[in-house]
């Protein structure tokens, strides 16, 4: 799939590291972004391309003709498996909007994709960017968004350790401190992918 010769980006972090902070700076900047959980919501729409497969897999999800998200994900989270046939019955149509939406951009020096996972989803050719941050900051910023000890620990639980998405990064941007500092780091990535 030809999609351009821009730097293709995957930005990636657990929950609480700020990815989306990082993303909302690279648009301010004028880099074109695409948020996959956007894209996994409209797959899930009545007319989405795995709302079907779906509803057809748990009726108990469908409210009023549309899949309720929070009862869906009260069933993927507690359970693996049922995650890996979300996933299988999703995947595939979030990557085809995905690969569609980066050959549009095909003008853009860089594109990036913000992404909550470390699946391989996309395929090869992605640079693989992770905002970190210490565990202690993202229980803080997760529990002024109003989150529950419990449902933070149990979404920490759900993702890849720190570790792991560290091993994966081909840059990290560091998070811990205030918004200037993120929109430093930011820049300090930006020159890093013009270099390459």
Do not use: C, Y
Request: charged residues 25%; hydrophobic residues 45%.
């Amino acid at each position: 799939m030809n999609e351009g010769r821009h730097s293709r980006v995957l930005l990636s972090g657990g929950i609480g590291t700020g990815k989306s902070a990082a993303a909302e700076i690279l648009a301010g900047r004028g880099v074109p972004v695409i948020h996959a959980d956007m894209i996994g919501h409209a797959v899930l729409e009545p007319e989405g391309e795995a709302f079907h497969a779906v509803s057809a897999w748990w009726p108990e999800v469908v409210v009023d003709g549309h899949i309720d998200r929070a009862k869906l994900a009260a069933i993927v989270f507690e359970d693996p498996q049922a995650l890996k046939q979300l996933e299988s019955m999703t995947h595939p149509a979030i990557a085809a909007r995905i690969h569609n939406l980066v050959a549009a951009e095909s003008d853009a020096a860089i594109v990036v994709v913000e992404m909550p996972l470390l699946l391989p989803l996309l395929g090869e050719g992605w640079t693989r960017v992770v905002v970190d941050a210490s565990i202690e900051v993202r229980k803080r910023r997760l529990a002024d968004r109003g989150m529950g000890p419990g449902d933070v620990e149990a979404r920490m639980a759900a993702q890849p350790r720190p570790q792991d998405w560290l091993d994966a990064a081909d840059f990290v941007v560091g998070n811990d401190g205030s918004l200037e500092d993120l929109e430093q780091e930011v820049d300090r990535l930006l020159e890093w992918l013009e270099k390459r």
